[in-house]
């Protein structure tokens, strides 16, 4: 009886570190060579703080806009056009992205899914 219960905990530690390796093989740290597209992750916001207010506004340097992209077309930024930035993850959005978030994935944000953009006011 002793032997057939040191086989059965051994089969039964073995499917769990076998259960184990194979959650840790499909986790999105396993899969850094997969997928070679940069997907910047949201600090996680605390939830007790409201949201900023829907006429709070954002300011960038035109300088640091040639360096960013859109976060939804992947295309670069027009300093000259009007801008959108979420509000959680700070990802830049222009009016066409923002307009095609609304008609296409309920108005949420492609990289962290807030629905809070503030308006991006572009000084030199």
Do not use: W
């Not at 207010?53 to 040639?66: D, I, M, Q, W």
């Not at 959005?93 to 944000?109: E, F, H, P």
């Amino acid at each position: 009886m002793g032997r057939v219960l040191l086989a059965f905990l051994v089969v039964v530690l073995g499917i769990l570190a076998a259960r184990r390796l194979m959650e840790a093989a499909s986790s999105p740290a396993g899969r850094t060579t997969e997928d070679r597209h940069y997907r910047p992750r949201a600090a996680k916001r605390d939830r007790a703080q409201p949201p900023p207010p829907y006429n709070a506004r954002s300011v960038v340097r035109r300088s640091a806009l040639g360096e960013l992209r859109d976060a939804f077309t992947g295309g670069p930024l027009d300093a000259d056009a009007e801008l959108f930035r979420c509000a959680e993850c700070q990802s830049f959005y222009s009016v066409a992205s923002v307009r095609a978030l609304a008609t296409d994935n309920g108005a949420k944000c492609i990289n962290c899914g807030s629905m809070h953009r503030i308006a991006v006011e572009v000084v030199d």
